[in-house]
C-alpha cells in the first residue's frame, strides 16, 4: 500500500505539527514500524524501531541523521532536502519563542531532546543542507608552512609567516553544550567518545586504505595546505594526535618532524569556496574542537568507527562522499552517511 498524499512538511508551525505530519507520512504509505526498519536495511541504513518509536511516539525533534533514514524508508528521497529544511525551521523557531530565559519544554523538544541514535548510512550521498555559519575569525594565526593567499573571510586576518611548534593552551570548548541531555544521556555519549591515544591512523571507512592527512585543496578553491585522503604510506614523516579541547572534545593535531613546520591542528575555514575546508594552525587554542563518538559496538569490527562532530549540525566528512585519493575532508552537514564515518586505530610510524 502506498498511497501518494500531499503533506508539506514546510507547513510545520511546531515541533507537535512537524512529528503529526511524520507519523501522517508512515500511515500513508502503510509500513509498519518492522517494515520500515527492513526497508532501511535494504538500503545500507539503520533504523531501529525502538528508535522510530520513540521519535513518532515522543514530542521531541528527531536527529537529522534519524529523519533522513526514515524519508528514505517511506520512498520519499526526492523530497528529503524539504523534510530536512522544514525540521530546522521548527527547530529555530521553538528556539526563538523559548528565548534566552524560559520556555525549557519548548527547547527540550527542539534542541537538547534530539534523539541520540545515530544511525549510520552506506554507500550512498545526501544532499548538503543549510551550513551552519561559523564565526572561525583566526587572530595573528599562522598557517601550516604556507602562505594563505585569497583566504576566505575566516583566515583574512592570519599573518604569513613559518610554521611555530607551539602547542596552545586548552581553553574550554562551550560550542559543544548544544546537545543536552540528562545524566543518563551525558554518560552514555561519553562512553562513545572514547578513541585511541597516542599517534594515531584516521582513515575513513570508506576508503580505509587512505589516510587524513595534508595536501593542495582540489581545483584550485584554497592556495594553503589542507586536510585530504590520501594513501596511508604517504603520511610518514607526519603523525596524527587528538588533544583535549575541553569538556569531552578534541583537536585533530599533526606533528613534523621538521622544526620549521612543528605542530597544527586543524581549524575549519568559513566563507567563499574554501567554506568547510580545515587548515593546520600554528595556534592550536584557536582550532576547531571535536566531539569523537564512537558507533555502537559490532559495527567497526577490528577498528573502531567514529562519527567527529564539531557542533549539532557539522560533521567530519569527505567531499561528496567521494573515494578518490586527494579529496578534501571538510567540515559539512551531518547526514549520518559512511563518508562521516572514520576508522581510529593505532599508528605503526
Known sequence: MDIRG????????????????????????GLTYRQLEQRAAEQGEVLARSTLADVLGGRRLPRPEVLAVFVRACGEEERLTAWLEARENVAARARNVAGPAGGAATVTEAAAGEQATAPRRIGRRTPLLLATAAALAAVGVTAWALASKGSPADSASGTPGKHEATTGAPTPDQRQSGHGGDAATGAKAGAQRAAPAGWIWIRPAAAPALCVTEGPAQEGRYDGVVAVQRPCGDVAPQRTKLEPAGAHTCRIAWV?????RGKGCLKALSGGPADGLLEPRNACGDASSFRVEREPSGTGGEHGRYVFRADGQRCLGVRDSRTAAGTEVILQRCTGGTAQTFLIDAASQ
Open 256 to 260: 613534523h618532524p621538521d622544526p620549521a
Open 6 to 29: 500531499n503533506t508539506d512538511p514546510a507547513a510545520a508551525r511546531d515541533v507537535t505539527e512537524f512529528l503529526a505530519m511524520l507519523r501522517d507520512l508512515k500511515e500513508r504509505r
